[in-house]
């Protein structure tokens, strides 16, 4: 079911209305403070905030929660949500040549519209998009359009596709930032980035190669680029593997604060650290992204659990 222009975001009766489907795809207003889709399978269930197309819950029907959110985290105008699925877009990190511009782009900060619904063969689907253009000149001189289309089986499926809608060439840098919960931090092996070399933000973006699989005794901050591999994570603590499978992406990125950074950020607990990882689907460092005009390019991350 397709709704040209989409449907305001703050309109829960119209969106279950315009795009609800029995079963599948419903909306509700979330207790974070925002209008949310409800994904349901037969194998697991999902939640999307509209507010920048936000993938906030994966729950497999067997297991427990996937993604990590922070319980400081909050849907607000403006706002990042600390947890989930960030849309990093069109810079990841700090903006290369001015710092006041919001990190990680602009996106995850700003309203979606849904677009599309869809349930068939056993998935339930949804589609929101996002103008990159007009009222975001000051921030980012290019006109594109954004789509999200978060697509739930057994498995989660994020699809981030951008299509270059000037008529200049445009530059992009972008991730799905993903936090996944675990059980500790000090258990956890992530595997598939072995002999790859990484920019270690911690070291000034110094290049190194990474030796062996990753574990983590402090503060991980790093951009694996050229990239294309199955990254697994392995968490002892909750008995299970995660498999992160991607397409249209380069660059992986491994992320936890650990102590110190878990304490200045303000809307993670001082402890949080503790129960995450972030292993980002991305387009970083520098892989940037070249995207001629009309043309388009999809970032693609695929998330699925496995036993131990
Ligand atoms: O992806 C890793 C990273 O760039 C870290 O350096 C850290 O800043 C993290 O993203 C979180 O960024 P945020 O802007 O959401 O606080």
């Known amino acids: ?10 309109d829960v009766e119209q969106l279950n209305a315009t795009f609800g489907r029995p079963g599948a795809v ?18 697991a269930s999902a939640i999307v905030a509209i507010h920048g197309a936000h993938v906030l819950s994966f729950l497999p029907k067997e297991g427990r929660e996937v993604l990590w959110m922070s319980p400081q985290a ?8 600390r947890g989930g699925i960030p849309v990093c877009w069109p810079w990841f990190a700090t903006h290369a040549s001015d710092t006041s511009k919001p990190d990680h782009g602009f996106v995850r900060k700003a309203p979606w519209r849904v677009v599309r619904s869809a349930a068939e063969n056993g998935s339930a689907e949804i589609e929101l998009t996002f103008a990159a253009m007009g009222e975001y000149a000051a ?3 290019g006109k594109a359009e954004l789509k999200v289309v978060v697509s739930l089986s057994d498995r989660l499926r994020v699809e981030l596709a951008t299509q270059n809608l000037g008529d200049a060439t445009i530059e992009l840098t972008e ?7 675990i059980g500790n ?6 595997r598939g980035l072995e002999g790859r070399s990484y920019r270690d933000k911690l070291q000034d973006y110094a290049v190194i190669t990474q030796q062996g ?11 694996y680029e050229d990239t294309l591999d199955d990254v697994v994570i392995e968490d002892p603590g909750h008995g299970r593997k995660i498999r992160v499978a991607k397409a249209g992406s380069t660059s992986t990125v491994v992320w936890n604060p650990w102590i110190e950074k878990s304490q200045r950020l303000s809307d993670m607990p001082a402890q949080g650290y503790l129960g995450m990882v972030c292993v980002e689907t991305a387009n970083a460092g520098g892989d940037v992204v070249t995207l001629e005009p009309r043309d388009t390019h999809r970032l693609t991350t695929v998330l699925s659990v496995e036993p131990l």
């Open 26 to 43: 419903s909306f509700a207003e979330h207790e974070l403070g925002g209008p949310v889709a409800q994904l349901v399978t037969a194998h």
């Open 175 to 181: 991730a799905l930032h993903t936090y996944f919960a």
């Open 139 to 141: 921030l980012w001189p």
């Open 213 to 223: 699989a990753i574990t983590f005794a402090g503060e991980v901050d790093r951009i």
């Open 185 to 190: 931090i000090a258990d956890v092996t992530v």
């Open 1 to 10: 079911m397709k709704c040209p222009g989409g449907v305001v975001d703050s």
């Open 74 to 81: 909050r849907i607000a105008p403006g706002q990042g949500i």
